[in-house]
């Protein structure tokens, strides 16, 4: 490594250390720190002292200690290889790793973030000659089956090509083209590039939202829909399903690439998410999702300051694919992880505490976060999207603390995950009171275009019975659903169907787990036309009992199981025997 | 164990004592978190950490407490090397204090290998994900909770509650059905009371499983601080046993509580900046580096299954302490107030209560086919129950439906005949899921919506 010594080591406290430097450093400079070569980022500098967060546990480093420099800030490499891919927080290769030192994880690693011996057949698109500046499209590689990874030149680099290799197999370090810049220097461009984490990509320009991300999920997509480029959080209490609500949106939702972050949280839910992604296949293009996903796991074991750092290297994986032209999903689990250790850090830093010891920057940090989503045009002229599905877990699962009420301000979506819910095992436990999307209209036109013309009605209409029932229940709960006049009781019983049928999705059942969008209008318009229908039989003198007795309840309790997303002509099927049970119901009251 | 030779590292210069701090000045070469032998006037050694190092001055932080030193004739001795623990399987059946050391008057076990008591994360790749059953023997855990080797599953109790009866029960029924394998408990106790400690060795002898335990005693009168080495010295030799010698390890771990607390003691001494409550910052991260030493690892033979006490302030689950530890654990064990005042043993609340490894251990070729089912209909019937019963407190029983009065029946019968066990009574998987069929006839066949035809057929009102 081409690194020079900068300084030595002055004060260490935990993750923390001060060294005295010897030349000068820049802000969030890399460096490595000790024998070991622990990695560390600048992160205040003095006249002649700079404090370091380092990303490795210090334990045993001494006063005097050198460190070393390389010059550029915490980076990550960005190339074919990253699909199928398990990272810790700073782009170390977990499974290379273990590879090397056992499974236990050493500290003072490294490794190359992209291997450097698999080579990868390349297709050129540009030729000699060509202008091209950011972005521009030099050629393709099959990167897996799924993805085809599209070689640019990287950001804020223009000229012409004076060469282009052929068509042929290479590693990523091999040089892929020249180009001839205007100044007449000429610049090697291999494969891969570096790309620092904490700076955005840049873009052309951010387009309108109009295209939801489709997740499978009835609750997400009907309810609380998000567009693809959206910003949506998560919150809920230890136990109330986040990472399963994550896990489900990640194998099931319509995105070309899933960067899937565990920051801060368990080791075993990775190995989870790792024993079950190669075995699930796509079910739009039959291949295995492990294919279009990539992992970067800093569980919470690991050390404090590669977490903070995880969520900037997911985000940075998302634009760059995102300037191939893909939609990109991420789902960062848990961003109150990442603001505890941004907390931790500014702590031991002895800077001034805001809100419960959370930093002042905390909602700079997110804002700024959270502003790298969005539907883009890219500097190549393609399109892309990066969405972001953040979790957060408030302490006692309380929405009111800093760290959710921040995000608030931030995302446009808020999917609040309720305990009681949860409880009573009702998952995904999204509350349907408590939770709201602001992108209703931005995707309105996609639903009524593409599925059904009717869906903005439906959906108001089942919200609006939703509200009416939360209001009965507060007077169920005092008097008893006994007082309530049948009218008034079959809201009740239609909401109940709602929630056990629609609302309820069973992650683990193998049809229900996951509905296409078709699926979900026609099992709300069963529901809806069973709640219209009865309203009309109670008006003419059907008893509730009566109705609560038809047959066809029982179909429709099992149509999420029963009927799969290959058969909808079946729930057209059950509608019509719902419309001709109440016919011969109603025949009985004429 | 320890080199005793007071080398050339060997200071007199303390600066300042503080609590159970010392600064020392005037040394150099002082590696951060570094072992410190300090021998007091009295010419004892007493153990201490380095928490902070600086070109000149290093502030040590003392195990035994700082009474009796004085500034002048303390002397400090820098070893160079992190807390390490001696392991070797020759550590069963003995008793050690919180430092790995032995109290009960028998001589040190000879080991070749020293670890690191603040052991390295494992590798998430390396991992295998936990999907053995461990049957305990009590239906609302097995029925409901299923604990699976390798899991980390805490119970969250309040003082005066039956935690610790349920976890020696545990430790004593603790099987795999049809597998017959080395098994150890290590047990660490945390600023616990001494009658405490001696409830579970009596029960450890009775069951004559004496020779399979390590016992780490910090008792409620040891020193604070040897209470944050206590759970990492157990989860090393714990770690060695499983790892290396292919063991399956059980940690008890009581009561975190207590652990942290003297973390909120020594962060403030150190001045660190309070987050919630007073509680340090990192008390999430500091917590996972104990728990997350639970787990199997890809290619090894033992496991490490971590089943940690806490007492929760108040019986308030909100509190820090259960609040950050929900967060890692793979579920909690929760423990009620009211359900113990009805003399309800083990009194263990049926919804809050949680174990997220559960859904990969049961069912078909694991327990029975129609486990995930049952438990989620029990579940689901449980907690209309809490809401009829809530709704009766209001209205009173005589103005509820028929089925609503179902239910009630259901939540009596659930109470009394699932929940409900001996001390020694050791039911196996079978007998819990047949006594959960039982108390669900109470109910209507249609009530049971989770249920699957085939299921009610073969097991409803049988």
Same mark, same amino acid.
């Given at each position: 490594?081409?690194?020079?010594?900068?300084?030595?080591?002055?004060?260490?406290?935990?993750?923390?250390?001060?060294?005295?430097?010897?030349?000068?450093?820049?802000?969030?400079?890399?460096?490595?720190?000790?024998?070991?070569?622990?990695?560390?980022?600048?992160?205040?500098?003095?006249?002649?002292?700079?404090?370091?967060?380092?990303?490795?546990?210090?334990?045993?480093?001494?006063?005097?200690?050198?460190? %070393?420099?390389?010059?550029?800030?915490?980076?990550?490499?960005?190339?074919?290889?990253?699909?199928?891919?398990?990272?810790?927080?700073?782009?170390?290769?977990?499974?290379?790793?273990?590879?090397?030192?056992?499974?236990?994880?050493?500290?003072?690693?490294?490794?190359?973030?992209?291997?450097?011996?698999?080579?990868?057949?390349?297709?050129?698109?540009?030729?000699?000659?060509?202008?091209?500046?950011?972005?521009?499209?030099?050629?393709?590689?099959?990167?897996?089956?799924?993805?085809?990874?599209?070689?640019?030149?990287?950001?804020?680099?223009?000229? =012409?090509?004076?060469?282009?290799?052929?068509?042929?197999?290479?590693?990523?370090? *091999?040089?892929?083209?020249?180009?001839?810049?205007?100044?007449?220097?000429?610049?090697?461009?291999?494969?891969?590039?570096?790309?620092?984490?904490?700076?955005?990509?840049?873009?052309?320009?951010?387009?309108?939202?109009? @295209?939801?991300?489709? =997740?499978?999920?009835?609750?997400?997509?009907?309810?609380?829909?998000?567009?693809?480029?959206?910003?949506?959080?998560?919150?809920?209490?230890?136990?109330?399903?986040?990472?399963?609500?994550?896990?489900?949106?990640?194998?099931?939702?319509?995105?070309?690439?899933?960067?899937?972050?565990?920051?801060?949280?368990?080791?075993?839910?990775?190995?989870?998410?790792?024993?079950?992604?190669?075995?699930?296949?796509?079910?739009?293009?039959?291949?295995?999702?492990?294919?279009?996903?990539?992992?970067?796991?800093?569980?919470?074991?690991?050390?404090?300051?590669?977490?903070?750092?995880?969520?900037?290297?997911?985000?940075?994986?998302?634009?760059? #694919?995102?300037?191939?032209?893909?939609?990109?999903?991420?789902?960062?689990?848990?961003?109150?992880?990442?603001?505890?250790?941004?907390?931790?850090?500014?702590?031991?830093?002895?800077?001034?505490?805001?809100?419960?010891?959370?930093?002042?920057?905390?909602?700079?940090?997110?804002?700024?976060?959270?502003?790298? *989503?969005?539907?883009?045009?890219?500097?190549?002229? =393609?399109?892309?999207?990066?969405?972001?599905?953040?979790?957060?877990?408030?302490?006692?699962?309380?929405?009111?603390?800093?760290?959710?009420?921040?995000?608030?301000?931030?995302?446009? $979506?808020?999917?609040?995950?309720?305990?009681?819910?949860?409880?009573?095992?009702?998952?995904?436990?999204?509350?349907?009171?408590?939770?709201?999307?602001?992108?209703?209209?931005?995707?309105?036109?996609?639903?009524?275009?593409?599925?059904?013309?009717?869906?903005?009605?439906?959906?108001?209409?089942?919200?609006?019975?939703?509200?009416?029932?939360?209001?009965?229940?507060?007077?169920?709960?005092?008097?008893?659903?006994?007082?309530?006049?049948?009218?008034?009781?079959?809201?009740?019983?239609?909401?109940?169907?709602?929630?056990?049928?629609?609302?309820?999705?069973?992650?683990?059942?193998?049809?229900?787990?996951?509905?296409?969008? $078709?699926?979900?209008?026609?099992?709300?318009?069963?529901?809806?036309?069973?709640?219209?229908?009865?309203?009309?039989?109670?008006?003419?003198?059907?008893?509730?009992?009566?109705?609560?007795?038809?047959?066809?309840? /029982?179909?429709?309790?099992?149509?999420?199981?029963?009927?799969?997303?290959?058969?909808?002509?079946?729930?057209?099927?059950?509608?019509?025997?719902?419309?001709?049970?109440?016919?011969?119901?109603?025949?009985?009251?004429? | 164990?320890?080199?005793?030779?007071?080398?050339?590292?060997?200071?007199?210069?303390?600066?300042?004592?503080?609590?159970?701090?010392?600064?020392?000045? !005037?040394?150099?070469?002082?590696?951060?978190?570094?072992?410190?032998?300090?021998?007091?006037?009295?010419?004892?050694?007493?153990?201490?950490?380095?928490?902070?190092?600086?070109?000149? +001055?290093?502030?040590?932080?003392?195990?035994?407490?700082?009474?009796?030193?004085?500034?002048?004739?303390?002397?400090?001795?820098?070893?160079?090397?992190?807390?390490?623990?001696?392991? +070797?399987?020759?550590?069963?059946?003995?008793?050690?204090?919180?430092?790995?050391?032995?109290?009960?008057?028998?001589?040190?076990?000879?080991?070749?290998?020293?670890?690191?008591?603040? !052991?390295?994360?494992?590798?998430?790749?390396?991992?295998?994900?936990?999907?053995?059953?461990?049957?305990?023997?009590?239906?609302?855990?097995?029925?409901?909770?299923?604990?699976?080797?390798?899991?980390?599953?805490?119970?969250?109790?309040?003082?005066?509650?039956?935690?610790?009866?349920?976890?020696?029960?545990?430790?004593?029924?603790? =099987?795999?059905?049809?597998?017959?394998?080395?098994?150890?408990?290590?047990?660490?106790?945390?600023?616990?009371?001494?009658?405490?400690?001696?409830?579970?060795?009596?029960?450890?002898?009775?069951?004559?499983?004496?020779?399979?335990?390590?016992?780490?005693?910090?008792?409620?009168?040891?020193?604070?601080?040897?209470?944050?080495?206590?759970?990492?010295?157990?989860?090393?030799?714990?770690?060695?046993?499983?790892?290396?010698?292919?063991? /399956?390890?059980?940690?008890?771990?009581?009561?975190?509580?207590? %652990?942290?607390?003297?973390?909120?003691?020594?962060?403030?001494?150190?001045?660190?900046?309070?987050?919630?409550?007073?509680?340090?910052? #990192?008390?999430?991260?500091?917590?996972?580096?104990?728990?997350?030493? *639970?787990?199997?690892?890809?290619?090894?033979?033992?496991?490490?299954?971590?089943?940690?006490?806490?007492?929760?302030?108040?019986?308030?689950?909100?509190?820090?302490?259960?609040?950050?530890?929900?967060?890692?654990?793979?579920?909690?064990?929760?423990?009620?107030?009211?359900?113990?005042?009805?003399?309800?043993?083990?009194?263990?609340?049926? @919804?809050?209560?949680?174990?997220?490894?559960?859904?990969?251990?049961?069912?078909?070729?694991? +327990?029975?086919?129609? /486990?995930?089912?049952?438990?989620?209909?029990?579940?689901?019937?449980?907690?209309?129950?809490?809401?009829?019963?809530?709704?009766?407190?209001?209205?009173?029983?005589?103005?509820?439906?028929?089925?609503?009065?179902?239910?009630?029946?259901?939540?009596?019968?659930?109470?009394?005949?699932?929940?409900?066990?001996?001390?020694?009574?050791?039911?196996?998987?079978?007998?819990?899921?047949?006594?959960?069929?039982?108390?669900?006839?109470?109910?209507?066949?249609?009530?049971?919506?989770?249920?699957?035809?085939?299921?009610?057929?073969?097991?409803?009102?049988?």
């Amino acid at each position: 490594m081409a690194d020079k010594t900068v300084g030595k080591v002055k004060r260490i406290v935990g993750p923390l250390i001060q060294f005295e430097s010897l030349r000068s450093t820049q802000m969030m400079e890399l460096v490595y720190v000790g024998e070991q070569r622990l990695v560390g980022e600048v992160v205040r500098i003095d006249e002649n002292a700079a404090d370091v967060q380092v990303y490795e546990d210090t334990t045993s480093i001494k006063p005097g200690d050198p460190v %070393y420099g390389i010059g550029m800030p915490l980076s990550v490499e960005l190339g074919p290889g990253l699909l199928g891919t398990i990272y810790d927080g700073i782009q170390r290769p977990l499974e290379e790793i273990k590879n090397e030192c056992g499974a236990f994880i050493k500290r003072g690693i490294h490794l190359n973030a992209l291997k450097r011996t698999k080579k990868w057949s390349f297709k050129p698109v540009a030729r000699k000659g060509d202008e091209v500046g950011s972005g521009s499209i030099l050629g393709e590689i099959q990167e897996t089956s799924l993805v085809a990874h599209k070689i640019m030149v990287p950001p804020n680099i223009s000229g =012409t090509i004076a060469e282009i290799v052929p068509e042929g197999e290479y590693t990523v370090d *091999a040089i892929a083209a020249k180009i001839k810049s205007a100044d007449g220097s000429v610049k090697e461009l291999e494969f891969f590039h570096r790309w620092p984490v904490r700076i955005g990509r840049p873009f052309n320009n951010k387009k309108e939202l109009s @295209l939801p991300l489709i =997740t499978g999920q009835r609750v997400i997509d009907t309810l609380f829909p998000i567009p693809k480029g959206g910003t949506v959080a998560v919150p809920g209490g230890f136990g109330t399903g986040k990472t399963m609500v994550q896990q489900a949106i990640a194998k099931w939702c319509d995105a070309d690439i899933i960067i899937f972050i565990g920051c801060g949280e368990r080791g075993n839910e990775i190995t989870d998410v790792l024993k079950e992604f190669p075995k699930i296949i796509d079910p739009r293009k039959n291949k295995p999702l492990m294919e279009r996903t990539i992992i970067i796991a800093n569980t919470s074991n690991m050390p404090v300051a590669a977490r903070e750092a995880s969520i900037y290297t997911g985000i940075t994986f998302a634009e760059y #694919y995102r300037d191939m032209g893909y939609n990109v999903a991420i789902m960062a689990d848990s961003t109150s992880r990442w603001a505890e250790a941004l907390r931790e850090l500014s702590g031991r830093l002895e800077e001034m505490p805001a809100d419960e010891g959370f930093p002042a920057y905390l909602p700079t940090r997110l804002a700024n976060f959270y502003e790298r *989503a969005g539907f883009v045009e890219n500097a190549n002229g =393609t399109s892309g999207s990066v969405t972001i599905i953040g979790s957060i877990s408030p302490p006692g699962g309380d929405f009111s603390e800093p760290v959710t009420q921040h995000t608030k301000r931030f995302v446009r $979506a808020f999917w609040a995950l309720d305990r009681q819910l949860a409880n009573a095992r009702h998952y995904p436990s999204i509350s349907w009171i408590n939770s709201y999307s602001e992108y209703i209209d931005e995707i309105t036109i996609w639903w009524e275009t593409n599925i059904d013309p009717e869906w903005t009605k439906l959906r108001t209409e089942i919200m609006d019975l939703l509200q009416q029932e939360n209001k009965l229940q507060q007077v169920v709960k005092l008097v008893g659903p006994d007082v309530l006049p049948d009218s008034q009781r079959i809201i009740l019983e239609t909401c109940t169907i709602f929630k056990n049928v629609f609302l309820q999705q069973n992650a683990f059942d193998k049809i229900d787990m996951f509905s296409v969008a $078709a699926k979900q209008v026609k099992m709300l318009h069963i529901i809806l036309s069973f709640h219209t229908n009865a309203l009309k039989a109670i008006k003419k003198g059907a008893t509730l009992v009566k109705i609560k007795k038809l047959p066809i309840i /029982h179909e429709i309790a099992k149509m999420k199981f029963n009927i799969s997303n290959e058969e909808l002509d079946k729930l057209d099927k059950l509608q019509l025997a719902l419309e001709n049970s109440f016919e011969e119901l109603d025949r009985k009251y004429v | 164990m320890y080199d005793t030779q007071f080398s050339k590292r060997e200071y007199s210069t303390s600066t300042r004592m503080e609590g159970p701090l010392i600064a020392v000045s !005037g040394i150099h070469n002082v590696g951060f978190n570094e072992l410190v032998e300090i021998k007091d006037p009295q010419g004892k050694i007493r153990l201490g950490l380095v928490l902070e190092s600086a070109e000149n +001055t290093a502030i040590v932080q003392v195990f035994e407490g700082t009474m009796g030193l004085s500034l002048k004739e303390t002397r400090i001795r820098f070893t160079g090397t992190p807390l390490m623990l001696p392991v +070797t399987k020759k550590m069963l059946g003995r008793v050690f204090n919180g430092l790995g050391r032995p109290i009960d008057n028998l001589p040190t076990p000879i080991s070749e290998h020293q670890l690191d008591i603040n !052991g390295t994360p494992i590798n998430p790749t390396a991992r295998d994900y936990p999907q053995k059953f461990i049957q305990t023997g009590i239906s609302a855990i097995d029925g409901m909770n299923t604990l699976i080797r390798g899991q980390k599953l805490p119970f969250f109790s309040g003082s005066g509650l039956a935690h610790n009866k349920l976890a020696a029960q545990i430790a004593r029924q603790a =099987t795999i059905p049809g597998e017959n394998t080395n098994f150890a408990v290590v047990f660490a106790a945390m600023g616990i009371k001494y009658d405490v400690a001696r409830f579970f060795i009596r029960n450890f002898e009775e069951s004559g499983a004496l020779e399979n335990v390590i016992l780490f005693l910090n008792l409620a009168d040891n020193p604070p601080i040897e209470r944050l080495v206590t759970p990492r010295t157990a989860l090393t030799i714990a770690e060695h046993l499983a790892f290396n010698e292919n063991m /399956h390890v059980l940690v008890i771990m009581t009561d975190m509580s207590n %652990y942290c607390e003297s973390l909120r003691e020594i962060s403030t001494l150190r001045g660190d900046i309070p987050s919630r409550k007073g509680y340090p910052g #990192y008390l999430y991260s500091d917590l996972a580096q104990i728990f997350e030493r *639970a787990g199997i690892i890809k290619g090894k033979k033992g496991s490490i299954t971590q089943m940690p006490i806490l007492t929760m302030p108040n019986d308030d689950i909100t509190h820090p302490i259960p609040d950050l530890t929900g967060y890692i654990t793979e579920g909690q064990i929760v423990l009620e107030r009211e359900l113990s005042q009805r003399g309800i043993y083990p009194p263990i609340a049926g @919804l809050p209560s949680l174990s997220r490894l559960m859904k990969d251990g049961i069912g078909e070729g694991m +327990t029975r086919k129609d /486990h995930p089912h049952l438990a989620s209909q029990l579940f689901s019937a449980y907690s209309r129950v809490k809401d009829v019963r809530a709704l009766a407190s209001v209205i009173g029983q005589e103005e509820l439906t028929p089925i609503d009065h179902r239910y009630l029946q259901f939540g009596d019968a659930f109470e009394k005949d699932f929940l409900s066990q001996k001390e020694d009574e050791n039911r196996d998987i079978e007998t819990t899921l047949n006594i959960g069929w039982d108390v669900l006839s109470v109910l209507p066949k249609e009530e049971l919506y989770r249920m699957n035809e085939e299921e009610i057929n073969k097991f409803y009102g049988k």
